[in-house]
């Protein structure tokens, strides 16, 4: 087995998956503000500290995405972030992309960028520690989006990013966001994240990219936020696997869901039941920001010296998501 592949099962075998903690400064300013908490370096390494450091970074997390600010801090203890994270038996990761700009040529959408001077990044990263990487490319629906433009213009830095991440002996992230945001359907997701994901493979392909030593992580199908059309629950994760039977090759090993606004009880209920449905050879795990963090920073942001309590929230929440990796979750459960 190649290397690449073992990093892979080491991030998602066994019930463990993601831990998506790679906000950008901006974007980990508006969710402190948003908890009432100042976005300071200090506050921002507080809080993910305590995440790092919990009882469930062992059981339940198999790899941490890192912002480029984090990556270089040192914790308490003097380890370096990195260390911290290894020291639990999960896998540093970094996100790489530096951003969703606007796409020239098709304004309303984007493009990501971050390919100039990508090799030396990734070099420096692998010093850090870093073994695996993240990308995310994302693409509205509408009438007349996703347009071919940024199918193929995302699909081709994906591949690109991809290529280069393995040379550098590290396991590339594939995101392709399909936005919740908009009134479509949930067949309309279908049908356009099928078409996204789709090409991904196509360029990744072109690009000579080693499919067993790759991650996707792709979004659930589900219906638009502002669609007045909602579906149960059983209905998500059977539309989720006819997209990824359709679009992911076999040689895939595993795929690691964003939560892209769900709830953390929505996130957890559709890969739980997605689990349960699973007949493909895909291992389908978790790489959640906000469903695995939102209840820990509201906790946190009462009183942030109380590490103790503010794991305790976070273990708890790994843990439901770690069984639903298994199909092993129940309501029930959350009540414990
Ligand atoms: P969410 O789970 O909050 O969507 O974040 C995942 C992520 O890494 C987005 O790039």
Redesign the pocket.
């Known amino acids: 087995m190649s290397e690449l592949n073992n990093i892979v099962l080491k991030i998602l075998s066994n019930g463990k998956g993601i831990l998506?903690a790679?906000e950008s400064t901006g974007t980990m300013t508006k969710r402190l503000g948003a908890v009432g908490v100042e976005s300071t370096t200090e506050n921002r390494l507080l809080f993910r500290e305590t995440l790092f450091s919990s009882e469930s970074m062992k059981k339940c997390i198999g790899g941490v995405?890192l912002y480029d600010e984090t990556i270089k801090q040192n914790s308490k203890s003097k380890k370096t972030i990195p260390e911290l994270i290894s020291t639990s038996g999960a896998v540093p990761g970094i996100k790489v992309d530096t951003g969703a700009k606007v796409l020239a040529g098709s304004p309303d959408e984007k493009i990501t960028e971050g390919l100039d001077g990508l090799r030396e990044r990734l070099k420096e990263y692998y010093k850090l520690g870093a073994r695996f990487t993240?990308w995310?490319g994302v693409y509205i629906i509408s009438d007349k989006y996703p347009s071919k433009l940024s199918i193929h213009s995302n699909a081709h830095a994906l591949a690109r990013y991809s290529s280069l991440v393995q040379e550098s002996g590290m396991v590339p992230i594939i995101?392709p966001?399909v936005l919740m945001d908009g009134e479509h359907s949930a067949e309309d997701c279908l049908i356009k994240t099928t078409k996204v994901i789709k090409e991904c493979f196509e360029e990744l392909n072109k690009n000579n990219v080693d499919l067993k030593g790759v991650i996707l992580k792709p979004n659930m199908i589900l219906p638009g936020s502002g669609s007045t059309k909602k579906i149960s629950n059983e209905e998500i994760a059977k539309l989720t696997l006819k997209c990824l039977k359709n679009s992911v090759p076999k040689e895939v090993p595993g795929i690691a869901f964003?939560?892209?606004?769900q709830t953390e009880i929505e996130a957890t209920e559709n890969l739980n039941l997605i689990n349960k449905y699973n007949d493909t050879n895909f291992i389908m795990s978790y790489?959640?920001?906000?469903?695995l963090q939102q209840s820990a920073i509201k906790f946190w942001s009462k009183d942030i010296k109380n590490i103790e309590g503010t794991q305790k929230i976070f273990n708890h929440r790994a843990n439901m998501c770690s069984l639903a990796a298994q199909g092993k979750w129940s309501k029930e459960l959350e009540a414990k």
């Open positions: 998506a790679d995405i993240k995310r995101e966001e964003l939560s892209g606004g790489s959640y920001g906000r469903a």
